[in-house]
T-cell receptor
Framework: DVKVTQSSRYLVKRTGEKVFLECVQDMDHENMFWYRQDPGLGLRLIYF???????EKGDIPEGYSVSREKKERFSLILESASTNQTSMYLC??????????????FGNGTRLTVT | AQSVTQPDIHITVSEGASLELRCNYSYGATPYLFWYVQSPGQGLQLLLK??????LVQGIKGFEAEFKRSQSSFNLRKPSVHWSDAAEYFC?????????????FGTGTQLKVEL
């Protein structure tokens, strides 16, 4: 069974801090994704990566960056955290291919609070 | 650009009653369509998917969905709801882009089940 593990379930950080959210998948998937989930807004794609060192901006990349140095690990970086980045962050992975044949597998999320 | 609308933010049904969750999509070509469920404190789990063929698709946990091209809809149904179905449900439309795939999610419908 595919496992996507997000290193922290809850995080509390201060405004201006640099924040790292880590995600590891154990199924050798090529694609990895970071979404943020907010009430009334659903899931919005921040960044995705379809190969090591490859990344593409999603719908809301501002204020975020990502790193993918190894295939199994995809990190989301908040260079200078702000209160409007308080949210639930979901990592997902999928094998290479169409979204139909390669559905997303999600982690359980990291709830980040920026004070 | 692709988009998904879930017009119902909250729905309450009695246990044993039937359920229909609405989803309308906007997409220029034949869409990949998905329904995901998120139980409290969990990541998202795929319920079912559609790309082509029979417009009535069966999923896990007794759910089904019907694709209606003329109405741009992909509504989720269940004949008899169980208390354990209380969760948030997301409709999504997918497309293949480059080496990866990208899903756009709706804003979700929160289902409450009354005993």
């Amino acid at each position: 069974d595919v496992k996507v593990t997000q290193s922290s379930r809850y995080l509390v950080k201060r405004t201006g801090e640099k924040v790292f959210l880590e995600c590891v998948q154990d199924m050798d998937h090529e694609n990895m994704f970071w979404y943020r989930q907010d009430p009334g807004l659903g899931l919005r794609l921040i960044y995705f990566s379809y190969d090591v060192k490859m990344k593409e901006k999603g719908d809301i990349p501002e204020g975020y960056s990502v790193s993918r140095e190894k295939k199994e690990r995809f990190s989301l970086i908040l260079e200078s955290a702000s209160t409007n980045q308080t949210s639930m962050y979901l990592c997902a992975s999928s094998p290479l291919g169409s979204s139909y044949n390669s559905p997303l597998h999600f982690g359980n999320g990291t709830r980040l609070t920026v004070t | 650009a692709q988009s998904v609308t879930q017009p119902d933010i909250h729905i309450t049904v009695s246990e044993g009653a039937s359920l229909e969750l609405r989803c309308n999509y906007s997409y220029g070509a034949t869409p990949y369509l998905f329904w995901y469920v998120q139980s409290p404190g969990q990541g998202l789990q795929l319920l079912l998917k559609y790309f082509s063929g029979d417009t009535l698709v069966q999923g896990i946990k007794g759910f089904e969905a019907e694709f209606k091209r003329s109405q741009s809809s992909f509504n989720l149904r269940k004949p008899s709801v169980h208390w354990s179905d209380a969760a948030e449900y997301f409709c999504a439309v997918g497309r293949f882009t480059g080496g990866g795939n990208k899903l756009t999610f709706g804003t979700g419908t929160q289902l409450k089940v009354e005993l």
